[in-house]
């Protein structure tokens, strides 16, 4: 079965700390999302990438940064955080040979920053 | 730019009722659809889709939903809801132009009493 994990569940960071999101998945999917989520807004697209040694700009890259060392991970980088980026932060991952792909979603990581 | 839009932030009815749930996108060029269900806590979960064909796709656990070109609609309905169907949901429209970026609505919650 297609899994996406994702880690940490919780996070508490400090205003100007730096924050790691990482993201696995089993699934051999090329496409991997990272997405926030918050109330009013719905999901918006954070990075994307297209397999190992790519990540490309979503809608809102920034005060983000992405790294995908290889096919199965995928992390979001937050050099400086700051209070405006406590979210609920999703990965998901996608079957690029799919002509109408499918996005399988980690469980999410909560991110307060104070 | 893509839009998404979900009229109703919130639906309540009773088990055993049935149930629409209302999804209406803004885009010309060629693309696809689906509906996600985020149960609380957890991530998004696929439950269909459509690309082309027929317009009335069959999707998990009794949902169905259908396209129309003419209305730039693609409903959500089930014909006998259960209180496990309680989560929230998400449209979803997105297009094959080298990546497939998601652009999904804001979600409704859907609250079924036993």
């Known amino acids: 079965e297609a899994a996406v994990t994702q880690s940490p569940r919780n996070k508490v960071a400090v205003t100007g700390g730096k924050v790691t999101l990482s993201c696995n998945q089993t699934?051999?999917?090329?496409?991997m999302y990272w997405y926030r989520q918050d109330t009013g807004h719905g999901l918006r697209l954070i990075h994307y990438s297209y397999g190992a040694g790519s990540t490309e700009k979503g809608d809102i890259p920034d005060g983000y940064k992405a790294s995908r060392p290889s096919q199965e991970n995928f992390s979001l980088i937050l050099e400086l955080a700051t209070p405006s980026q406590t979210s609920v932060y999703f990965c998901?991952?996608?079957?690029?040979?799919?002509?109408?792909?499918?996005?399988?979603f980690g469980s999410g990581t909560r991110l307060t920053v104070l | 730019t893509q839009t998404v839009s979900q009229s109703d932030a919130h639906v309540t009815v009773f088990e055993g009722d049935s149930v629409e749930l209302r999804c209406n996108y803004s885009?010309?060029?060629?693309?696809?659809l689906s509906w996600y269900i985020q149960h609380h806590g957890h991530g998004l979960q696929f439950l269909l889709k459509y690309y082309s064909g027929n317009p009335v796709v069959q999707g998990v656990n009794g949902f169905e939903a259908e396209f129309s070109k003419s209305d730039s609609s693609f409903h959500l309905r089930k014909a006998s809801v259960h209180w496990s169907d309680s989560a929230v949901y998400f449209c979803?429209?997105?297009?094959?132009?080298?990546?497939?970026?998601?652009?999904f609505g804001k979600g409704t919650s859907l609250t079924v009493i036993p």
């Open positions: 699934n051999n999917h090329n496409n």
């Open positions: 998901a991952s996608g079957d690029a040979l799919s002509s109408a792909e499918t996005l399988y």
């Open positions: 979803a429209v997105s297009q094959n132009t080298g990546y497939q970026n998601f652009y």
């Open positions: 885009y010309g060029g060629s693309i696809y």
